[in-house]
């Protein structure tokens, strides 16, 4: 079984950065060879693609509303994909929930392609 548990959520202030982290772990899993992805839902919202990576992190790609502040990266040795969000703003507010699928489905941005989620981490930015 794939589990995928996000961290490093919290309450900070516009201007402010948090770091996410995702660590996965399953025994069939190989996380180096999966397209990984974060994603966040504010309150009354779908859920919406944040940024993605892919297995090797040599492609990277994200939302425009988060280009310039927010910067996806890996650690295959870790098991981990971190979330760096800088320049926080209030519009930022929203949970945050990494997620992973194979690589099969290039640079696409459909949300019904990833395969395993975790359970979320809130981030709520005060103005």
């Not at 995702?22 to 309150?43: I, K, N």
């Not at 919406?48 to 310039?68: L, M, Q, R």
């Amino acid at each position: 079984q794939v589990q995928l548990v996000e961290s490093g959520g919290g309450l900070v202030q516009a201007g402010d950065s948090l770091r996410l982290s995702c660590a996965v772990s399953g025994h069939t899993f190989l996380f180096s060879s999966y397209t990984m992805g974060w994603f966040r839902q504010a309150p009354g919202k779908e859920r919406e693609f944040v940024a993605a990576i892919n297995y090797n992190g040599n492609i990277k790609y994200d939302v425009d509303s988060v280009n310039g502040r927010f910067t996806i990266s890996r650690d295959n040795a870790k098991n981990t994909v971190y979330l760096q969000m800088n320049s926080l703003k209030p519009e930022d507010t929203a949970v945050y929930y990494c997620a992973a699928r194979t690589p099969r489905y290039g640079t696409s941005l459909n949300i019904g392609t990833y395969e395993h989620w975790g359970q979320g981490t809130q981030v709520t930015v005060s103005s």
